[in-house]
C-alpha cells in the first residue's frame, strides 16, 4: 500500500528528528515537500498512525491516508513522481 502522510506542526523550533525516524522505519519512503512523505508499508492506517501518534500529540495536526492506484495531480519534484510510478 501506498500511504501519504501530512503534518502541520505547531512547535516551530522543536526537534523532529524521532518523528522523522518513525516515518522511515514504516518502509520505503519519499519526502517530496517539507510536511508530506508518501510511505509503502503493508501496515493499515491505524497502525501507522499508532507508531507516529506518540510523537504528534500536543505538537501538531497529522493527516494518513491510503493512496494506492489512486489518481494523482499537482507539482511536486520529479524524484515523487517517479517514485509514485514504480
Known amino acids: 500500500m501506498i500511504y501519504l502522510i501530512t503534518y502541520d506542526l505547531s512547535e516551530k523550533d522543536g526537534d523532529y528528528n524521532d518523528l522523522y525516524e518513525k516515518i522511515k522505519s514504516l518502509g520505503e519512503y519519499v ?4 510536511s508530506t512523505w508518501f510511505i509503502k508499508s503493508d501496515k493499515d492506517v491505524n497502525a501507522i498512525f499508532d507508531v507516529l ?3 504528534m500529540e500536543g ?3 497529522i493527516f494518513i491516508v491510503d493512496i494506492t492506484d489512486q489518481e494523482r495531480q499537482g507539482w511536486m519534484p520529479k524524484m515523487a513522481w517517479d517514485w509514485l510510478k514504480k
Open 31 to 34: 519526502h517530496p515537500l517539507e
Open 53 to 55: 501518534k506518540s510523537d
Open 59 to 61: 505538537r501538531g495536526r
